[in-house]
């Protein structure tokens, strides 16, 4: 049997038979003390260095006299609690939902009857007015108030607070 032993070592066995080895590894101390023995003369054949031969033993014993530390028990929540809270967090979920979708809406401000042209902010910061063609106004004008009824109802905070109408008067007074 020490003969199985020595070829499982080296991985010379098959896997058939490998399994009685290995039973009578279980079985017997004195092919346990041959295993330990076969691995020490090959550590000794690769130039490995040697460890202590019951470092598994001393491992155990100072396991063994080790204080066991006990943590306390954990503080559990009431079982009431848990579903409490999704419920909260839900309608919290639900309130910030419909806040958004019900909000009031600004209404447009009223184009006014004068004609509309669309202005261009300058390096200073002030607003100049753009002077449009007489016959591009009209169609300007139509573009802008479809612009504004849109841009009303989405309640989309971007870029559009930079965009600015200006109704002109027939003088270019700015009304």
Known sequence: MR???SALLD?????HEAKPALDGLRKVEELRTAWDEYHLIGAALR???RLATALTARVMA???HEVTVLAPPRRRTESWQRPLVALVASLAGVAVVGWVAFAPQLSPAPAGSGHLALATQGQNGVATAVSV???ARHQMQEYLVAH???VSGS???GGT???RTVAIAEGGQRR
């Open 3 to 5: 003969t199985e032993i």
């Open 11 to 15: 991985g010379e066995l098959e896997v």
């Open 47 to 49: 130039g490995e260095e």
């Open 62 to 64: 100072g396991l063994e």
């Open 133 to 135: 063609a007489p016959v």
């Open 148 to 150: 504004q009824a849109y």
């Open 155 to 157: 309640q989309i905070v």
């Open 161 to 163: 607070q930079h965009v």
